[in-house]
């Protein structure tokens, strides 16, 4: 009786330092963006390449990250967005890509996102791609699924 109670505890000891100790691994910190290029006020031109170099970082490992282009209509900034020309259509891109399995520090680079030359405007015909302020923006996320993001205005 008194061997099955010592065993008792001994058990209930160990799952609560076990289960403690579980609590220890959770991930709550998202990951780090430096963004090099483009740089914040950058012109990108229109039809051509961007230039894109990021260096991302996690204390656990990444998982993805994605870059958000799209027109600034003023919906975050104090001041109204600045047109160059009244015609075209505002341009828009969400492009994701996915780290490979266990990196803990990045460093992207590449020419993938390409400015175009024009877009299917709103009444469903080629428009030229509207100049102007744009955002950029880079979002990572980390395997627990913490996120962070960074954003800078870009011209076109």
């Given at each position: 009786?008194?061997?099955?109670?010592i065993?008792?505890?001994?058990?209930?000891?160990?799952?609560?330092?076990?289960?403690?100790?579980?609590?220890d691994?959770?991930?709550?910190?998202?990951?780090?963006?430096?963004?090099?290029?483009?740089?914040?006020?950058?012109?990108?031109t229109?039809?051509?390449?961007?230039?894109?170099e990021?260096?991302?970082?996690?204390?656990?490992?990444?998982?993805?990250?994605?870059?958000?282009?799209?027109?600034?209509?003023?919906?975050?900034?104090?001041?109204?967005?600045?047109?160059?020309?009244?015609?075209?259509?505002?341009?828009?891109?969400?492009?994701?890509?996915?780290?490979?399995?266990?990196?803990?520090?990045?460093?992207?680079?590449?020419?993938?996102?390409?400015?175009?030359?024009?877009?299917?405007?709103?009444?469903?015909?080629?428009?030229?791609?509207?100049?102007?302020?744009?955002?950029?923006?880079?979002?990572?996320?980390?395997?627990?699924?913490?996120?962070?993001?960074?954003?800078?205005?870009?011209?076109?």
């Amino acid at each position: 009786m008194k061997n099955s109670k010592i065993l008792a505890i001994s058990l209930m000891a160990i799952l609560v330092v076990g289960s403690s100790c579980k609590k220890d691994d959770v991930d709550n910190t998202p990951p780090a963006i430096v963004l090099g290029e483009p740089a914040n006020e950058d012109s990108l031109t229109i039809g051509e390449e961007v230039h894109f170099e990021c260096d991302f970082s996690d204390d656990v490992e990444l998982k993805s990250y994605k870059v958000d282009i799209h027109f600034n209509d003023g919906h975050t900034h104090n001041k109204s967005a600045e047109t160059f020309g009244e015609e075209g259509h505002p341009w828009t891109l969400e492009q994701s890509w996915d780290f490979e399995a266990g990196l803990k520090n990045s460093h992207i680079h590449h020419h993938e996102i390409v400015v175009p030359d024009s877009v299917v405007g709103e009444l469903g015909v080629l428009e030229p791609v509207l100049c102007g302020e744009y955002h950029f923006g880079v979002y990572c996320t980390d395997v627990a699924g913490n996120e962070s993001h960074v954003y800078i205005d870009v011209i076109l």
